[in-house]
């Protein structure tokens, strides 16, 4: 299987570097971004198969950057996992668009993340 390319965004350093590092470790291709405008230049600049995303940070909140990649006719068809600690429901406008992206509660089990990441590669093989 190929490595997967990944791009994770998170204003969370201890998060950010922690992940990234177990996933690198896992063989996959971490890219890091520590907020949303960073992070979504690095998604238009690599297309990842993936983008690890948390919603709440201070200049552009998760919410705003799935909308942003789905607007975009480049980037629509990315994987998304949004990984958070917030129960916050989703927001009304979000659930009318109809978005497709996978929900990972924090805490979370590194082996969790790994499922949900290689469940996705095998459907698209």
Same mark, same amino acid.
């Given at each position: 299987?190929? &490595? &997967? #390319?990944?791009? $994770? ?13 177990? !996933?690198?470790? #896992? ?6 971004? +520590?907020?949303? &405008?960073?992070?979504?230049? $690095?998604? +238009? ?9 948390? !919603?709440? /940070?201070? %200049? ?8 942003? !990649? +789905? ?15 917030? %129960? ?10 109809? !978005? %497709?992206?996978?929900? $990972?509660? #924090?805490?979370?089990?590194? &082996?969790?993340?790994? %499922?949900? $990441?290689?469940?996705? /590669?095998?459907?698209?093989?």
């Amino acid at each position: 299987m190929p &490595q &997967q #390319k990944i791009v $994770l965004i998170d204003d969370d350093m201890f998060v950010r570097v922690t992940t990234a590092k177990l !996933l690198e470790k #896992k063989d996959f291709t971490v890219y890091t971004a +520590h907020n949303g &405008q960073d992070g979504l230049r $690095l998604v +238009h600049e690599l297309m990842p198969d993936t983008v690890l995303v948390d !919603l709440m /940070m201070p %200049d552009l909140n998760g919410w705003e950057i799935i909308k942003n !990649l +789905h607007a975009d006719k480049k980037t629509e068809g990315v994987d998304i996992i949004i990984f958070t600690a917030s %129960d916050d429901p989703v927001p009304p406008d979000i659930k009318k668009m109809n !978005l %497709d992206y996978r929900v $990972l509660k #924090k805490p979370f089990y590194l &082996q969790q993340l790994i %499922d949900m $990441l290689q469940k996705r /590669m095998t459907e698209n093989e």
